[in-house]
């Protein structure tokens, strides 16, 4: 009986975490989603959580990309659209910190994925001579990571903005074509980071 109730305060304490793909589903609508993998934590240094979530990061925004016409939306009214599913997956539309910035983590992998990047880079820093985090440039990664969060910035900057923007579609177009620019950048640059970290032989990266 003890026993039984200490598994049950424990399951209170630390609830299953919620299949990604499921609430990817419902927080973007995306077709295709990233494999399931365990959410970081807001603030967690594993360097296997950061690594999963880096991997659905670079899916998340392929597929963001792919579907571009379904989220840089102009009415019939030359008004810009509903823009929080788009910036839902960006990480714009989070809370930070709490209970509620952990159920955002694990349905929008995009959101601090910064952190992410830190993780790994702490690790790389203090890691023994011959472990893979040490078989790779890590000033490189670093400065390439920058450049994601930079440019996912300005695509999140976008989609806010032209909410504002006042009627006419060559002007909302134009917005949304920075917001593109900013996401064709962040691809670019996780392909890179990626292809850092495979060849180093990151677990689970190919």
């Known amino acids: 009986m003890l026993l039984l109730g200490l598994t049950l305060a424990s399951l209170l304490r630390h609830p299953p975490l919620p ?3 499921a609430a990817l589903v419902g927080a973007a609508g995306a077709v295709l989603l990233p494999r399931r993998a365990c959410a970081r934590a807001p603030g967690s240094e594993d360097v296997d959580e950061a690594l999963a979530q880096i991997r659905d990061a670079a899916v998340a925004l ?3 990309r792919r579907d571009w ?7 019939a009214e030359g008004r810009a659209g509903d823009v929080n599913p788009a910036r839902r997956i960006l990480g714009g539309v989070a809370p930070q910190r709490g209970q509620e910035a952990f159920d955002v983590a694990i349905a929008t992998p995009l959101y601090r994925c910064d952190k992410a990047f830190d993780a790994v880079r702490k690790a790389a ?3 023994d001579s011959g472990s893979w985090l040490t078989s790779f440039d890590i000033e490189d990664f670093v400065e390439r990571s920058d450049d994601i969060s930079r440019a996912l910035k300005k695509a999140d900057d976008a989609f806010y903005s032209v909410t504002f923007a006042s009627k006419g579609s060559g002007q909302l177009t134009a917005i949304y074509d920075d917001a593109k620019a900013g996401v064709d950048l962040a691809l670019r640059e996780f392909d890179a980071v990626l292809g850092l970290l495979a060849r180093a032989g990151a677990p689970g990266v190919s």
Do not use: F, Q, V
């Open 19 to 21: 299949d990604r793909r």
């Open 62 to 64: 392929k597929s963001l």
């Open 69 to 75: 016409a379904s989220y840089a939306l102009i009415d």
């Open 125 to 127: 820093l203090n890691a």
